[in-house]
């Protein structure tokens, strides 16, 4: 395998590798919007239990079982939204890792895919160079001849 091909190989796991983190942080990004979308709907709900609690309390009386039962679940609607919260903080933070990750093989397939167009640059100056120095021989060949032609035609 020459080096060239194993450059193309290593430019292809690094691709795929790139493309794989791409779907990565696509997914978290999705798990981001749906943590943030459930911890929405769990402070809207609480908003709307809490407008009809205190419309309900002020013309319902003061049941004191009544008063805790909604105290109660006034509170685990709390911890819910907490709990929800901290989902929504912790796909945050997998989703920036995921960015990070990326970021990171884009870096190393662009430094690749660099590294590849140098050494075909480099390539084809040597071919450039190998070239002219076949022309420069053949024509001091020809002039060591006495200037004889560089016509090939039979005579």
């Known amino acids: 395998m020459t080096v060239t091909q194993s450059l193309d190989l290593v430019i292809r796991v690094a691709a795929d590798r790139r493309d794989a983190a791409a779907l990565a942080l ?3 990004r999705r798990q981001v919007e749906a ?3 459930k911890l929405e709907m769990l402070s809207r709900y609480l908003q709307e239990y809490l407008a009809r609690t205190n419309g309900g309390m002020q013309a319902g009386g003061t049941d004191p079982v009544r008063v805790a039962n909604t105290r109660a679940f006034i ?3 709390d911890q819910a939204i907490l709990q929800q919260q901290a989902e929504v903080a912790t796909c945050d933070a997998h989703a920036a890792g995921c960015l990070r990750d990326l ?3 884009e870096t190393t397939l ?3 895919e660099t590294l590849r167009e ?3 640059d480099e390539a084809r100056r040597d071919e450039s160079r190998r070239e002219q120095k076949r ?3 053949f024509g001091a060949r020809a002039a060591r001849n006495g200037g ?3 016509d090939f035609r039979p005579a």
């Open 26 to 28: 696509a997914g978290s």
């Open 75 to 77: 509170d685990k609607l």
């Open 118 to 120: 140098r050494r075909a």
């Open 110 to 112: 662009k430094s690749l």
């Open 135 to 137: 022309t420069d021989e």
């Open 148 to 150: 004889a032609t560089l």
């Open 35 to 37: 943590a943030r979308r």
């Open 103 to 105: 970021t990171a093989r």
